[in-house]
């Protein structure tokens, strides 16, 4: 699906939230991110395969 320089990481990877924003709806509370991804603002997201990832908080490195 992406087509930046340098790719946006896939789906399935930990750093996924990490891909470019293409469409905001923050009104409606979410946000379609570059590698398919619908990020709601609780933090849940909506993988393209249809698996649901519930609301977390975001992973840090130290």
């Known amino acids: 699906m992406c087509?930046?320089?340098?790719s946006c990481p896939a789906p399935d990877r930990l750093d996924r939230e990490a891909a470019r924003i293409v469409a905001n709806h923050p009104e409606q509370g979410w946000s379609l991110l570059c590698n398919g991804i619908v990020l709601f603002e609780d933090t849940g997201e909506l993988l393209?395969?249809?698996r649901v990832i519930?609301?977390?908080r975001p992973v840090t490195t130290a």
């Open 3 to 6: 087509r930046h320089e340098p």
């Open 48 to 50: 393209p395969d249809g």
């Open 54 to 56: 519930a609301p977390h």
